[in-house]
């Protein structure tokens, strides 16, 4: 079998289609797998270092808000478009493929649209509670939409073929196990705090955790783990400045980057973190209570669709970015701990919101469409 992949521009697009087709060969060794992306996107590191065949076509955005700088980068985008799409058609030509799954993204937009007009087999998985444009547009023909929950399917055209079936997730994170993870972090009985920002960090999270930091300095109550980001090398100082020197407290591990974080993740009693939609699947498989902080800054504000699908189903809890202050943070897990019947519901909701085989049901679903075609 050939599967050809397309989506890129950042990580929520990349790591569902990597785990997709690392899953692919695993029940089918002799597998063919083709990815395209985007020229100079992260996709043209990752793909390749995951062991997989890459080719870039030339795509670009449109810009929503009118300037002259966008209308500039609009009149690229146009011409783009056009060139992707026979980029596309070329390299789909040549390599084949028996079925094309789509991640999302702008690159993924001229790839499935030619499949579907060369009648190839199709599929979109779409990880987000607001569907992007690339898959409200690609819906409308593709064999099935893929979604990773139920509240996507309202933003979609009625003619989508949509099936629910979750966000790929890696297994090292489902079969982390709590007592032994706190055993290997030499954890001790107090609850754990994880905290993170994403891999680049993110100003207003760090900010909001070190005045969390100070106070449980002073209280000793938890012990916390916590990411700052790329982005935020500062942060030890600020917590220095503050009063709370991380390496004079054994109880806080900080960081700038997470990289066990399965282990982290089982451990954890609460979790404060964005609202990507990769990082929800991973606290559902695990059943954690979170303090969501979507990011504002991404299209369609689709971190906040995602962060209000746990929070409407009582499986988290939220703080909008404009609202965070170290005072509200504080608050709230303060608020939280002191009720652990409602921490330990909040896990328990996000447990019911968990689909740990979306792997296995995207694998049946590519074969189906494939009879289907015969």
């Known amino acids: 079998m050939k599967v050809l992949f397309a989506g890129g521009g950042t990580a ?3 790591n569902p289609a990597l785990a997709i087709a690392g899953y692919l060969r695993e029940q089918e060794p002799d597998v063919q797998i083709l990815y395209i992306g985007a020229k100079g996107g992260m996709e043209e590191r990752l793909v390749p270092a995951a062991g997989y065949d890459f080719r870039s076509i030339t795509v670009s955005g449109f810009q929503r808000k009118l300037s002259l700088k966008n209308i500039g980068r609009n009149v690229s985008a146009a011409f783009h478009a056009v060139t992707a799409s026979r980029q596309a058609r070329k390299i789909i030509s040549s390599f084949r493929p028996d079925i094309c799954i789509g991640t999302g993204g702008y690159v993924a937009g001229p790839v499935i649209r030619e499949a579907i007009k060369m009648n190839i087999p199709s599929l979109i998985h779409e ?8 898959n409200k547009l690609l819906s409308k023909g593709a064999d099935r939409t893929m979604l990773a929950v139920p509240d996507a ?13 979750g966000n790929p997730v890696r297994q090292e994170v489902i079969r982390a196990d709590r007592e032994e993870a706190r055993r290997k972090l030499g954890l001790d009985s107090r609850p754990l705090i994880l905290s993170f920002g994403g891999s680049l960090g993110a100003r207003k999270i760090n900010e909001a955790v070190a005045d969390l930091l100070v106070e449980s300095a002073k209280s000793g109550k938890y012990q916390h783990i916590h990411g700052y980001g790329q982005w935020g090398k500062w942060f030890p100082d600020l917590l220095k400045q503050k009063g709370a020197d991380p390496t004079a407290h054994k109880e ?20 404060i973190c964005r609202a990507g939609a990769i990082t929800l699947s991973e606290l559902q ?9 979507p990011s504002p800054n991404v299209a369609e504000n689709h971190q906040y669709h ?6 409407e189903r009582g499986a988290a809890e939220i703080i909008e970015e404009k609202d965070l202050t170290g005072q509200a943070l504080c608050k ?3 608020e939280l701990f002191a009720h652990p019947e409602k921490l330990r519901l909040l896990g328990e909701n996000a447990k019911k919101m968990a689909i740990a085989d979306a792997n296995a049901r995207i694998y049946k679903i590519i074969h189906e469409v494939l009879a289907e075609h015969r």
């Open 12 to 14: 929520g697009h990349i």
């Open 127 to 134: 990880q987000n509670a607001f569907p992007g444009v690339t």
């Open 153 to 165: 399917q309202k933003y979609l055209a009625p003619k989508a073929r949509c099936v629910i079936t």
């Open 252 to 271: 806080f591990d900080v960081r700038e980057y997470i990289s066990n974080m399965p282990d982290c993740l089982a451990a954890a009693d609460l979790v």
């Open 285 to 293: 498989v695990q059943g954690k209570a979170s303090i969501l902080i």
């Open 306 to 311: 995602n962060a209000m699908a746990l929070v």
């Open 332 to 334: 709230k897990v303060e």
